[in-house]
């Protein structure tokens, strides 16, 4: 970030005078140089030159490491608590009515300081997709700042703003949600100059109980945009909308809407969509990966993406979408795909060892499973290989949740799995459910915990098998991933030293 003034940070953050510290009209008054250079919310990765900010957390209270972060070289902190000690007499500190609203202010304002183009990208599946798309095809032509990981949340969106530099062009943001009014506190602080609605679909229903909550909550995305700002919506979305299902509309006034998707008539669509391999192998230990993904038309040019799944092509739609208005042509998107990276955890295919695995363990939701289970099934066919789906739960589905994850097990019998390993206890109803409705031969496992999943995997995933690894976060499954890695790890040393007599 630019070297901010730490009375202007006060002002804008309405702090005022804890006792033992230096008073704010000494900071406005004084040594125009008092400025910081960078901002922390943890005192472990500080840096001399930051602003600390004394986040409270549900299992951490920032406050309690102030002192942590001015001996790393902190110049000012934010706090909302009275920590006056002889230790910080000489320490600027602000005290402001909350840590995270200041932040969150702070960042907004930083964000009209710096001039730099916002996008903010909401949806219920596909966010980091369509954001890490986009980056990597926009930076041929522009400096483009993005959210690092997936920080979308009243602390994450911040600290994305705060960390691009002035001269950043375009700076992508991804804004989420669990409860209502969410999403509208982050587009005010974002301010986009052109906001993506992905798609809506069941999640987080504990925190909305409903899908009609939760696409008004992904709608108010709208709230933060200028007057002349763009929304980029998913086509069958609007059609839902428009149709008999709600009572309102998109809340636009003067903004253009810019519809991408599988309706013949969205702006932007895939023509002449076919499945693409090219596998491709990396490491001396067996490991590697397969680079599965499609190929389809825009504007009657071929694109390549490898990445697997029709959800991957919609997310490449809201990419192109974002791109072209920012004035890149089809074929300088067609060229960007060309080199786009897996995506960490989602649908990200390995290679480990014999097994193809598809790493797709970040999160989970009803429509996100689904579209993972396309993407098993489209590799078996290929490759008439054993599909294995080791399966975790779907969290935050409220009331619905038994039923979602019945929902689930009719969905993994009609994927034609073979054999199911669930992971805890909503996973074991979805495994009944599948079990019920299967007419074939499906083998399943259940295990109340990831841990005991990974202490049994050797005894039932065989060579050549093609694995699907999901659920949500609480389940942790990147540690079956981890140890499917270890195994063949052990397994080629092993093979090695036996090749040695």
């Known amino acids: 970030m630019k070297q901010f003034l730490i009375s202007d940070l006060a002002k804008i953050t309405k702090a005022h005078k804890p006792q033992g510290t230096p008073t704010i009209s000494t900071i406005e008054g004084g040594d125009e140089q008092r400025f910081f ?22 299992n951490f209270d920032g406050h309690d490491y102030v002192s942590d972060a001015f001996a790393k070289g902190a110049v000012c902190a934010v ?52 954001r890490q798309i986009a980056h990597h095809v926009l930076i041929q032509k522009y400096r483009v700042f993005q959210a690092p990981k997936n920080f979308n949340n009243n602390i994450g969106l911040p600290l994305t703003l705060l960390g691009a530099d002035p001269e950043h062009q375009i700076v992508i943001a991804e804004l989420g949600t669990s409860h209502p009014g969410e999403i509208a506190y982050l587009t005010r602080i974002a301010q986009p100059d052109i906001a993506v609605i992905t798609n809506v679909h069941p999640a987080h229903l504990e925190g909305f109980g409903s899908l009609q909550a939760i696409t008004k909550e992904k709608l108010s995305i709208a709230q933060g945009l200028s007057d002349d700002g763009i929304l980029i919506i998913n086509a069958d979305l609007v059609k839902w909308l428009n149709g008999s299902q709600l009572n309102y509309q998109l809340p636009i006034t003067n903004n253009q809407v810019i519809t991408f998707g599988k309706s013949g008539d969205s702006n932007f ?3 002449d ?6 596998p491709c192998y990396h490491g001396q230990d067996g490991r590697g990966t397969f680079g599965f993904g499609s190929r389809f038309t825009i504007d009657d040019t071929e694109i390549y993406l490898p990445l697997p799944g029709p959800g991957n092509i919609e997310n490449a739609l809201a990419a192109w979408a974002v791109c072209k208005q920012f004035g890149l042509t089809i074929h300088d998107f067609a060229q960007g795909l060309k080199t786009l990276p897996s995506i960490s955890m989602r649908a990200e295919v390995l290679q480990i060892g014999t097994l193809t695995v598809i790493n797709d363990c970040y999160n989970a939701n009803p429509a996100s499973m689904k579209n993972a289970l396309n993407i098993l099934t489209s590799l078996g066919l290929k490759e008439g290989r054993r599909l294995v789906f080791i399966c975790g739960e779907m969290a935050e589905l409220g009331n619905q949740s038994e039923q979602l994850h019945t929902e689930l097990g009719a969905d993994i019998a009609g994927a034609r799995v073979q054999l199911l390993i669930a992971v805890g206890t909503l996973a074991e109803i979805a495994a009944a459910a599948a079990q019920k409705t299967a007419d074939y031969n499906l083998q399943v ?31 942790k499954l990147e540690m079956v991933v981890e140890k499917l890695k270890d195994s063949n790890k052990k397994e080629f040393s092993h093979r090695a030293n036996l090749s040695l007599f």
């Open 445 to 475: 496992k259940c295990f109340d915990n990831t841990l005991s999943a990974c202490n049994n995997l050797q005894e039932f995933i065989k060579d050549n098998d093609i694995v699907l690894i999901k659920g949500s976060r609480i389940a």
């Open 269 to 271: 669509q895939a023509q």
């Open 37 to 58: 250079t960078g901002v922390s919310i943890d005192s472990r990765t500080t840096k001399a030159g930051d602003c600390f900010f004394a986040i409270c957390g549900e």
């Open 79 to 130: 706090v909302s608590k009275d920590i006056a000690t002889d230790k910080l007499a000489s320490k600027t500190i602000l005290e402001v009515d909350g840590t995270i609203k200041a932040f969150g202010d702070f960042a907004r304002d930083y964000r009209q300081l710096c001039g730099f183009k916002v996008v903010a990208i909401t949806g219920s599946v596909g966010k980091t997709t369509v």
């Open 273 to 278: 969509v076919t499945r693409a391999s090219s």
